[in-house]
């Protein structure tokens, strides 16, 4: 049985798919106007090792990833500066220039973090009619109303929203000032924001880069674009239907936009959009909130930059289950190096794989189909790595299968013995030698030569040992 924490239920439940021997999954992607940073990662991660983990209980997953590529996004209350905008003066490039450099850069995270490719990754730009049909039906139905600057989800006509979140967003507003504007309610939101052109104030001194927005498109109420949230119902059930298995995303998202995905497609649809809501725990920098202006914001290319593997980095979110913070230091993200290349470095020296070590395999898979449990898998898979009784090749082929999960590339090193370069078992002669000879300063600087070719001595009673860093 397989198992995970439902969002909405706060309870775990046994996953029961929609179709025997398939499960669909839709997860919130990037915004694209600027680089996704390792507490974005984080959240991609977990959504890799659950689409791994279906796929490792022999589930033909369908995996659906949005690209919101729509400009013009505002905040939870539908104000606030545009960030398509902002990133267009901030670049000098035109919104759908800054769109796609920022989803290949999206999409370069992925490759570094050897997170598999979702089956589709629709833009939001190109299902604007499927987006413009959802809000036509939910007018039909009267779920709308308009106001000067679009059309607005009444959400005093469905009695149940909030039930995602526990309370209403009023309720979680506390005594806090809320401009509603023309809202009836500050928990309604956005289905379709008029243009500048439509009758909204713009002005041209502040909008230098443009004298109207790039992303607008006609509708049946006018020109315009998109809330945020429509885009995600819409999509969904273009590609899964409704409802469907799985939606995942970050705890952020949890009191407005998944709280206004269900709203939407429990309107439109009559349905829940999906059975099983699954949410990523925050990543917090030395304890503390991770932002640009405190300087500790960092993408997987920084920690490329600064020398770490990035595998490491994904290594370091195994170690924590996705529903608890995780801590980002880079003591941490180097113990967690250390211990994946000191992994690499045992498997290389073991006999090709062939038979498996099915009492292992049976824990860990109680470990993965409990919530994703990857701490204890991983403690699983270290307990049989040194678990000596085994042969070598029974631990090899276990191993794999385990890699099928934690997607950490194991097959390049699983019985392939490392090549030491000739000139690198020089140094290391040369540097036995010196401490034969007691030469302690020249030991020192030929460790230091050896190591800065990618390579580590190790001083052991059978003799110095060079492996990978």
């Given at each position: 049985?397989?198992?995970?924490?439902?969002?909405?239920?706060?309870?775990?439940?046994?996953?029961?798919p929609?179709?025997?021997?398939?499960?669909?999954?839709?997860?919130?992607?990037?915004?694209?106007?600027?680089?996704?940073h390792?507490?974005?990662?984080r959240?991609?991660l977990?959504?890799?090792?659950?689409?791994?983990s279906?796929?490792?209980?022999?589930?033909?997953?369908?995996?659906?990833?949005?690209?919101?590529?729509?400009?013009?996004?505002?905040?939870?209350?539908?104000?606030?500066?545009?960030?398509?905008?902002?990133?267009?003066?901030?670049?000098?490039?035109?919104?759908?220039?800054?769109?796609e450099?920022?989803?290949?850069t999206?999409?370069?995270?992925?490759?570094?973090l050897?997170?598999?490719?979702?089956?589709?990754?629709?833009?939001?730009?190109?299902h604007?009619?499927?987006?413009?049909?959802?809000?036509?039906?939910?007018?039909?139905?009267?779920?709308t109303?308009?106001?000067s600057?679009?059309?607005?989800?009444?959400?005093s006509?469905?009695?149940?929203?909030?039930?995602?979140s526990?309370?209403?967003?009023?309720?979680?507003?506390?005594?806090?000032?809320?401009?509603?504007?023309?809202?009836?309610?500050?928990?309604?939101?956005?289905?379709?924001?008029?243009?500048?052109?439509?009758?909204?104030?713009?002005?041209p001194?502040?909008?230098?880069?443009?004298?109207?927005?790039?992303?607008?498109?006609?509708?049946?109420?006018?020109?315009?674009?998109?809330?945020?949230?429509?885009?995600?119902?819409?999509?969904?059930?273009?590609?899964?239907?409704?409802?469907?298995?799985i939606?995942?995303?970050?705890?952020?998202?949890?009191?407005?936009?998944h709280?206004?995905?269900?709203a939407?497609?429990?309107?439109?649809?009559?349905?829940?959009?999906?059975?099983?809501?699954?949410?990523?725990?925050?990543?917090?920098?030395?304890?503390?909130?991770?932002?640009?202006?405190?300087?500790?914001?960092?993408?997987?290319?920084?920690?490329?930059?600064?020398?770490?593997?990035?595998?490491?980095?994904?290594?370091?979110?195994?170690?924590?289950?996705?529903?608890t913070k995780?801590?980002?230091?880079?003591?941490?993200?180097?113990?967690?190096?250390?211990?994946?290349?000191?992994?690499y470095?045992?498997?290389?020296?073991?006999?090709?794989?062939?038979?498996?070590?099915?009492?292992?395999?049976?824990?860990?898979?109680?470990?993965?189909?409990d919530?994703?449990?990857?701490?204890?898998?991983?403690?699983?898979m270290?307990?049989?790595?040194?678990?000596?009784?085994?042969?070598?090749?029974?631990?090899?082929?276990s191993?794999?299968?385990?890699?099928?999960?934690?997607?950490?590339?194991?097959?390049?090193?699983?019985?392939?013995?490392l090549?030491?370069?000739?000139?690198?078992q020089?140094?290391?002669?040369?540097?036995?030698?010196?401490?034969k000879?007691?030469?302690w300063?020249?030991?020192?600087?030929?460790?230091?030569?050896?190591?800065?070719?990618?390579?580590?001595?190790?001083?052991?009673?059978?003799?110095?040992?060079?492996?990978?860093?």
């Amino acid at each position: 049985m397989i198992s995970f924490f439902n969002t909405l239920t706060r309870q775990k439940e046994e996953f029961i798919p929609l179709h025997p021997g398939q499960a669909g999954v839709y997860g919130c992607g990037p915004t694209v106007y600027w680089f996704a940073h390792i507490g974005n990662m984080r959240r991609f991660l977990f959504e890799d090792v659950l689409v791994r983990s279906l796929a490792y209980n022999s589930f033909q997953v369908k995996h659906i990833i949005n690209i919101t590529d729509v400009g013009h996004l505002v905040g939870d209350g539908d104000d606030g500066e545009d960030k398509m905008l902002t990133a267009m003066r901030r670049e000098g490039k035109t919104a759908y220039e800054i769109a796609e450099f920022y989803t290949q850069t999206f999409f370069q995270d992925l490759k570094w973090l050897n997170i598999i490719s979702a089956d589709v990754y629709p833009k939001a730009t190109e299902h604007i009619t499927e987006q413009i049909a959802m809000v036509r039906t939910l007018e039909a139905k009267g779920y709308t109303y308009h106001t000067s600057d679009g059309i607005y989800f009444d959400t005093s006509k469905l009695p149940e929203y909030g039930r995602l979140s526990g309370q209403k967003i009023e309720e979680k507003m506390g005594g806090a000032r809320v401009d509603m504007g023309e809202k009836k309610s500050v928990s309604d939101f956005a289905l379709w924001k008029f243009s500048y052109s439509n009758g909204r104030s713009f002005d041209p001194a502040q909008d230098d880069v443009v004298k109207q927005r790039q992303m607008e498109w006609e509708s049946p109420w006018g020109d315009g674009f998109p809330g945020w949230h429509i885009e995600c119902s819409a999509m969904a059930k273009k590609y899964l239907g409704v409802p469907f298995d799985i939606h995942t995303g970050a705890i952020d998202l949890i009191p407005v936009h998944h709280e206004n995905e269900i709203a939407q497609t429990s309107g439109a649809d009559d349905v829940l959009e999906a059975n099983i809501w699954m949410h990523a725990e925050f990543l917090t920098v030395g304890g503390g909130k991770m932002s640009k202006s405190l300087g500790n914001l960092y993408t997987v290319e920084d920690l490329i930059q600064k020398g770490y593997d990035p595998l490491a980095y994904r290594y370091l979110v195994l170690q924590a289950h996705y529903r608890t913070k995780l801590d980002f230091t880079f003591e941490a993200l180097e113990a967690a190096q250390n211990a994946l290349h000191r992994l690499y470095n045992i498997v290389r020296e073991w006999d090709a794989p062939t038979v498996d070590c099915t009492k292992y395999e049976e824990r860990f898979l109680q470990a993965i189909n409990d919530d994703l449990n990857t701490s204890q898998a991983l403690a699983i898979m270290w307990e049989m790595v040194g678990d000596t009784t085994l042969p070598s090749s029974a631990r090899a082929q276990s191993l794999l299968l385990f890699d099928k999960v934690f997607g950490l590339q194991l097959e390049k090193y699983v019985g392939q013995p490392l090549e030491i370069p000739v000139e690198i078992q020089e140094l290391a002669k040369k540097r036995e030698q010196a401490r034969k000879e007691k030469k302690w300063e020249e030991s020192d600087r030929l460790r230091a030569e050896i190591e800065l070719s990618g390579f580590v001595v190790e001083d052991t009673t059978e003799g110095s040992k060079v492996r990978t860093q």
